[in-house]
């Protein structure tokens, strides 16, 4: 399975509706893969609060519209990362949308766990309650954004749910770069899964990012890392991979707590 991370460069100086054209264009761009994942809330940047009321779409709106086209056209499943979505009935959402190859909507993920404390998104946007997770010929994808990353609960309940390769973009500042490699290949690990973790380039209001997009295997290999700037990184895997090593290993087997009733 062929896999490409966009990790797209988010700067003042350009335009949303700009960047959402030469987005679409490199995710054109990478026909011939199989997977294709943008980075958290590329349109306006992570930390660029001011922008997520001003710059907040519905759900079918126009990024839906030009990454739908750019899915069909490149012929990919796409998760095109995040957008501020505006629910018409409720507050702005942390949104994630997945794109089959015919360009229709597979799944959209509200993020589960909003970041800032008692800042920023976590006041600005409401917190999704759904697990998402997403069926492709060749692996069950499980959605997850960002801070999500810091709570190891979530996954497990996206492998128990069939998850097999973990998909998280992400907006993560360059501050706290080392937590992003160390967290994507503990869940890894941990839920004996593939991740795919795709961060963004540049600078969001001031905080700078870091980058570093990164797939990890299920023994918590690094198959690929990018640099600090914009890349395309792509790479080859073999989904059967987890099932090899849920075999070989099966301590997933043993889990005792959260279950109900426990295993023994």
Same mark, same amino acid.
């Given at each position: 399975m062929r896999a490409s991370l966009l990790q797209i460069s988010v700067d003042e100086g350009e335009s949303v509706d700009s960047r959402r054209q030469r987005v679409a264009a490199m995710v054109r761009d990478q026909a011939g893969a199989d997977l294709v994942v943008l980075p958290e809330l590329w349109t306006t940047g992570a930390f660029a609060y001011e922008l997520f009321g001003s710059e907040a779409e519905p759900l079918e709106g126009p990024t839906h519209e030009l990454m739908a086209k750019a899915a069909s056209d490149a012929g990919v499943w796409l998760h095109a990362g995040s957008i501020p979505e505006r629910d018409p009935d409720g507050p702005l959402y942390n949104t994630s949308l997945v794109f089959s190859p015919s360009g229709d909507l597979a799944a959209a993920y509200r993020k589960i766990h909003r970041f800032g404390f008692d800042k920023g998104e976590a006041v600005l946007m409401g917190a999704g309650r759904e697990l998402v997770t997403v069926r492709l010929p060749d692996t069950t994808i499980g959605v997850a954004t960002c801070y999500d990353l810091r709570f190891p609960e979530l996954f497990r309940g996206l492998v128990g749910a069939g998850a097999e390769t973990l998909v998280v973009p992400a907006g993560w500042p360059e501050r706290?770069?080392?937590?992003?490699?160390? &967290? #994507? /290949? *503990?869940? %890894?690990? $941990?839920?004996?899964?593939? =991740?795919?973790?795709?961060?963004?380039?540049?600078?969001?209001?001031?905080?700078?990012?870091?980058?570093?997009?990164?797939?990890?295997?299920?023994?918590?290999?690094? &198959? #690929? /890392? *990018?640099? %600090?700037? $914009?890349?395309?990184?792509? =790479?080859?895997?073999?989904?059967?991979?987890?099932?090899t090593t849920r075999e070989q290993f099966p301590a997933l087997k043993d889990r005792m707590l959260g279950l109900d009733p426990p295993r023994r």
């Open positions: 706290r770069r080392a937590h992003w490699t160390l &967290l #994507a /290949q *503990a869940r %890894a690990v $941990e839920n004996q899964a593939f =991740v795919l973790a795709c961060g963004t380039a540049g600078t969001h209001a001031g905080v700078p990012q870091a980058g570093h997009s990164i797939v990890v295997d299920p023994w918590g290999e690094v &198959l #690929a /890392q *990018a640099g %600090a700037g $914009e890349e395309v990184l792509t =790479v080859e895997f073999d989904p059967a991979k987890v099932g």
